[in-house]
C-alpha cells in the first residue's frame, strides 16, 4: 500500500486527468468525467491504479477484471479531485456535475478557465499564453496584498525596456530600495544576452503607510509548462542580490505561481522548496473575489480570447 507521500505525485497526475476532463467539458459544454482518462488508457499508464492484493479472490484474476478494477480506482480519484475543487472554489468553480458529466458554467473572470487553457495547450504555437499567464499572474498576486499594493512585472521577453538595469529601476524609485550596484565582476548595464529577468517573473510589495522604507516584498517566479515541478528553483535570490547592494532591507519572500492545479499532496514540498503558492484555485479566488476596478484590469488581458 503506497503511503501518502508517495502517493503525491499520483494525485498530481490525476489532477491533470480532471483537467483533461475539464477542457473537454470547457470546449463542448459537458463532457464524461472519465474523459480525462482517455489518454491514460491509450498509453497503457494504470498501473498506477488497481488492487494489488487479489488473494481474497479465491482464484486467479482474469486480465479484463483487473483492468475494470484500474478503472473504476482511476475514475474514482479522478471524481475525488474534481469533488475537491468544487468544495474549494464553491460558487467559483466553473462546473456541476449531473451524475457522470460535467457540465460548464462560465465565471465572471474567466481566470479559471483561462488557467486551464494555460495548462493544457502551452506549445510553442501559443507562446503567448505564458506571457499572459505572467501579468495575470502579477495583477492576482498585487490584489493578495490588498488596496494598497503595488507591482512590476519584469520577465523576459520584454517589449520595453529590454535590458535589465532599466526594468528593475521603478523599484529604486518607488521604495528606496534595489540600489542598482553589480558585484565587481558583472557588468554594469548587462545586455539581454547577458541576463534576461534573472529567473525573476515579477515583483509585488506592500509599501507602509508612512513611505519609509524596509518594505515586504514578493518575488513571483510563473512556470506554465508541464514541467512545472521542476521550476522551484528558478529564482535564486543570492544570484539576483548580486545585482543590487542593497537589495531589500528585509529578506524578500519566493512566490510560486502556476496554472495547474497544486494537489493537497504536493502543495506542502511545492511550498517548502518554492515559496508561497499560488495555482490554478488561488488565483481563481483572488479574481472572482476581487473589486470591480480588478476585474475591469482583468478584462484588458482579453482572456476569453484564448479559451
Known sequence: MKTKYEERHQRQ???????????????????????GLYDERIADAMDDFGIIDTSSFGTETPDWALEDLQQD???GGLTTIIERRREILRQY??????????????????VYEFCLAAAIVTTKENCELPRIFEQLATMLVRCYLGAKGKSLHTGWPRQSPSRFKEAMSPLHKQTGEWYWQPDHDLPIDPQPKDIKDS??????????????TGNLFLLGQCACGNDWENKYGDIDVARLARW????????????????YHVTEQLLVETSQRAGLV??????TLLAETADQHMLDQLKRLNLGDHL
Not at 20 to 34: H, M, N, P, R, V
Not at 99 to 110: A, F, H, M, V
Not at 199 to 212: I, N, Q, S, T, Y
Not at 278 to 283: G, K, Q
Open 244 to 259: 543590487f547592494s542593497p537589495m531589500t532591507h528585509v529578506p524578500p519572500v519566493r512566490v510560486f505561481c502556476t496554472p
Open 13 to 35: 497526475n490525476l489532477s491533470e486527468d480532471a483537467d483533461q476532463t475539464e477542457y473537454q467539458a470547457l470546449k463542448d459544454g459537458q463532457a464524461s468525467i472519465d474523459q
Open 199 to 212: 529567473g525573476l517573473d515579477f515583483v509585488a510589495w506592500m509599501p507602509h503607510l508612512d513611505k519609509r
Open 73 to 75: 480506482d482511476a475514475v
Open 93 to 110: 468553480y466553473p462546473f456541476s456535475r449531473k451524475n457522470n458529466t460535467l457540465i460548464y458554467e462560465p465565471t465572471q473572470s474567466l
Open 278 to 283: 499560488f495555482d490554478r484555485l488561488r488565483l
